[in-house]
């Protein structure tokens, strides 16, 4: 089993930073790709970024490219998301997700970070 716990959410202006951090524990995430998602009031879950938990090539949303960051730090089992020029659309509740490399849908889930952005 893995456990994902988000933290980081708040509010703040347009044109605004956040930094999202999501710790992880359970088991050795080294064969697993790990990511952040999504969630805006009445729209389903969507994709933002993702990053295999031992580094390489990262992915974004169109949304988010060129304003997110996925990042992630090994040695302390964390994943970070740095979100920069948010919008108000970037309102959401953000979740990190993680799955094994060969699984086709990501299945651990943290409880989620609420991020709203003000005009």
């Known amino acids: 089993q893995v456990q994902l716990v988000e933290s980081g959410g708040g509010l703040v202006q347009a044109g605004g930073s956040l930094r999202l951090s999501c710790v992880a524990s359970?088991?050795?995430?080294?064969?697993?790709?790990v990511g952040w998602f999504r969630q805006a009031p009445g729209k389903a879950r969507e994709f933002v970024a993702r990053?295999?938990?031992?580094?390489?090539?990262?992915v974004y949303a169109d949304s988010v490219k060129d304003r997110f960051i996925i990042s992630r730090d090994n040695a302390k089992n964390l994943l970070y998301l740095q979100m920069n020029s948010l919008k108000p659309e970037d309102t959401a509740i953000y979740y990190c997700a993680a799955r094994y490399y060969t699984a086709l849908q990501f299945n651990y889930w943290g409880q989620g970070t609420q991020v709203t952005v003000s005009s």
């Open positions: 359970g088991r050795t995430l080294s064969s697993y790709i």
């Open positions: 990053i295999p938990w031992t580094g390489g090539s990262t």
